[in-house]
């Protein structure tokens, strides 16, 4: 007896929400520019300020497939405002209710290292944490060699996730624009991922 064929199914499309917090607005900034690369691929996606979170979004969160952490780095690691909304999650740990979500994240700081890995490093435990899958930012490293420019992907040469460097003096219009084109890569890659993992559940459901 043959095996049954199997029809290809198709995925709906993902649910991305995108968590931040923004001091300044160079964050803000990021954060539009990885819903914009979500969107691009056809999910539908929320920003969620944390500092202003209703339930109605925390059911947003619920809902979500993946969920896009974003804070500047003060001191060293993630924003208070930030971390209040961490410690928040603790619900959702005891429940799992975020397990098997995408997790993936990005920050921005005034300095170029600013001690920026130690934010995505945060937010990668957090998603450990809850039980999340952390979604890398898949580039290589752009602004390390002679041919190279600062206008390069990924030019702070940063694995985790987006990094941004704005000067300190100046306002949101200043974030830089290869920062901003990393955010959206970073949307876009979390969201064809989460279109991969929704499908492949339809597929063994």
Do not use: C
Not at 47 to 73: C, M, N, Y
């Amino acid at each position: 007896m043959s095996a049954p064929v199997v029809s290809p199914s198709v995925a709906a499309s993902p649910v991305i929400s995108v968590a931040y917090h923004s001091g300044y607005g160079h964050t803000a900034v990021l954060a539009e520019a990885v819903r914009a690369g979500a969107a691009d691929t056809g999910a539908q996606v929320h920003l969620i300020k944390v500092d202003e979170i209703t339930e109605e979004q925390w059911t947003l969160l619920d809902g979500s497939d993946a969920i896009v952490f974003g804070s500047p780095t003060y001191m060293g690691t993630a924003s208070a405002a930030f971390h209040a909304f961490a410690e928040a999650t603790s619900a959702r740990w005891a429940t799992q209710a975020w397990h098997d979500k995408l997790a993936a994240g990005f920050t921005n700081s005034g300095s170029k290292s600013g001690d920026k890995l130690h934010t995505l490093q945060f937010f990668q435990i957090l998603a450990a944490q809850l039980g999340m899958h952390w979604v890398n930012l898949g580039l290589l490293p752009g602004w390390n060699s002679s041919t190279a420019s600062e206008n390069d992907l990924n030019r702070l040469g940063v694995f985790l996730g987006a990094a941004a460097q704005t000067n300190v003096d100046e306002g949101p219009d200043a974030v830089h624009k290869a920062d901003v084109a990393t955010a959206e890569h970073l949307g876009r890659r979390v969201a064809e991922t989460a279109r991969v993992f929704l499908d492949g559940r339809a597929r063994t459901a």
